[in-house]
C-alpha cells in the first residue's frame, strides 16, 4: 500500500535529493484589515500627520520670529521718530519701517501682539538707538521713554511773562485759556515731551508752587509778623525783585521783617512799578520818576503800610525760605553798592551815607555815557528799587 504523506500517524515520505534542497513556498500575505480600507480612517491618519507637519512648522517660524525680533535692528546710527497721537500698532510698524528701526513690519506686529502691548504703545518723539532690537524698540514705545524737552522759567516773572515765554517753545502746542494769578506758579525748570500742551504745563507749575509753599511754610521760624502761606508769597516776591544776589535774599528779607515788626512801610521800588505797569512791569529796564513815585497807586508800599495786595511776581524757593527763616540782623535799610548788590544799614544816619554814595556812582556813570554816547548801556539798577530811602 502506497504511503500518504503528512497523513496523522504515518512517517512522512522520504524526498529525492532533488526536493530536499529547493526552498519551501513562503505562505501567502495576510488581507489587509477593513479598518484600515476605511475612509474615514485614511481620512484622520492624514489629518493628523497634516497636524504634525503644522505644528512644527509654527514651532520653526515662531522660533525664527522670536529670534528675529530679538535680534540686533538694521539702524546704524542713532534715530529720532515722532509717532503721532492715534496712531495705531499696524500704523506704527509701517513708520519704524520707513525710518530703518525695524526691518520687518509684520514680525513687529506680531510681536507686540503676542506680547499683549497692541493697546499700551505710546505716542510721542521717540530716540532709537543704533542696532536696538524690536523687542527694545516695543518697550521704549510701551514704556513711553520719549524724549524730554525743557523749559526754564527765571525766578521773578510775573505770570504774563511765562505765559509769553511759554507761547513761544514750539514743542508746546494749544492755547493758553486765560494768565494765572500772580505769584501762583513756581520758577524751575520743567520737563515735557514733544505735544504737551501749555496749559498742562502751567497746572504743573502751580501744582510745584503749591508743593513749595505748603513745604517751606511748615519750616517758618516763630514770631515772623507774616500770618499767612498768601502773605509769605507776596513778601517773598518783593524780596525776589529786589535782589537778584543768592546771598543777599535773606538779609534783604531780614530788613521787611523788621520793618512789619515795627509798623514801618516797607518802601519798595518794585511795589511802585508793578502797580503802574502789572504783568509788564519787568519786560523792559525802567527808571522811576518822581511823578510816578507819588501816583495814586495800590501796590505802592510808599503809600501803604503793610504788604500789598497781591504778589508781583513769582518768587522761587529760595525767596521764599529767605521770608520764612531770615537773616537775624537790625537792618532796616538798604541802597544799591554799584556791584549789582546792597549796602545794608540800622540807622537813617547810616543809611543816608550810603545813598549819597550811591548818587556818586551814578552820576560817575551819567558822565561816562556822555563821553561815550554810542555805548548802550541799561539804566543803573534798572527794576530793582532801593529800599527805604529815608522814609520812616
Known amino acids: 500500500m502506497a504511503d500518504r504523506p503528512n497523513e496523522p500517524g504515518l512517517r512522512p515520505s522520504p524526498k529525492s535529493p532533488r526536493e530536499a534542497i529547493e526552498p519551501e513556498q513562503a505562505p501567502p500575505p495576510p488581507g489587509r484589515s477593513r479598518h484600515v480600507r476605511n475612509p474615514i480612517i485614511l481620512l484622520l491618519n492624514l489629518l493628523m500627520t497634516l497636524l504634525v507637519v503644522a505644528v512644527i512648522a509654527a514651532g520653526g517660524l515662531l522660533y525664527w520670529g522670536k529670534t528675529r525680533f530679538e535680534e540686533p535692528g538694521p539702524l546704524v546710527q542713532d534715530r529720532t521718530v515722532i509717532i503721532p497721537a492715534g496712531s495705531g ?32 504703545l505710546k505716542a510721542g518723539e521717540y530716540l532709537f538707538k543704533a542696532g536696538d532690537s524690536m523687542a527694545t524698540v516695543m518697550d521704549t514705545i510701551v514704556q513711553g521713554k520719549a524724549i524730554l524737552h525743557s523749559v526754564t522759567i527765571p525766578e521773578g516773572l510775573t505770570s504774563k511773562q511765562i505765559v509769553d515765554r511759554l507761547m513761544a517753545e514750539d514743542l508746546l502746542v494749544g492755547a493758553i485759556d486765560e494768565i494765572p494769578a500772580e505769584g501762583s506758579l513756581l520758577p524751575e525748570t520743567y520737563k515735557y515731551t514733544r505735544g504737551t500742551t501749555r496749559q498742562q504745563m502751567l497746572k504743573k507749575m502751580e501744582r510745584a508752587h503749591d508743593r513749595a509753599v505748603k513745604e517751606i511754610w511748615a519750616r517758618r521760624v516763630e514770631d515772623l509778623p507774616i500770618k499767612t502761606p498768601e502773605e509769605m508769597v507776596i513778601l517773598a516776591s518783593i524780596v525776589e525783585k529786589e535782589t537778584g544776589k543768592a546771598d543777599e535774599r535773606s538779609r534783604v528779607a531780614s530788613v521787611f521783617i523788621n520793618r512789619l515788626k515795627k509798623g514801618m512801610r516797607l518802601d519798595s521800588d518794585p511795589t511802585i512799578l508793578y502797580g503802574l505797569y502789572g504783568g509788564d512791569a519787568w519786560t523792559k529796564a525802567r527808571t522811576l520818576k518822581r511823578s510816578e513815585l507819588n501816583k495814586e497807586n495800590p501796590y505802592s508800599t510808599y503809600q501803604i503800610k503793610g504788604l500789598p495786595p497781591g504778589p508781583i511776581a513769582n518768587p522761587g524757593r529760595a525767596a521764599l525760605e529767605a521770608v520764612v527763616n531770615p537773616s537775624r ?25 550810603n545813598v549819597g554814595k550811591w548818587r556818586e556812582i ?28 529815608g522814609n520812616n
Not at 551814578?362 to 539804566?379: D, G, I, T, Y
Open 362 to 389: 551814578e552820576k560817575k556813570r551819567r558822565q561816562a555815557r556822555k563821553a561815550q554816547p554810542s555805548a548802550a548801556e541799561k539804566p543803573a539798577d534798572a527794576g530793582t528799587g532801593a529800599a527805604a530811602q
Open 329 to 353: 540782623t537790625n537792618d532796616l535799610y538798604f541802597v544799591a553798592d554799584g556791584t549789582g548788590g546792597h549796602v545794608f544799614a540800622e540807622t537813617l544816619d547810616d543809611h543816608n551815607r
Open 89 to 120: 500698532l499696524d500704523t506704527i510698524a509701517t513708520l519704524l519701517k520707513r525710518n530703518g528701526v525695524i526691518s520687518e513690519a509684520w514680525v513687529f506686529s506680531t510681536g507686540v501682539r503676542i506680547y499683549k502691548h497692541a493697546g499700551k
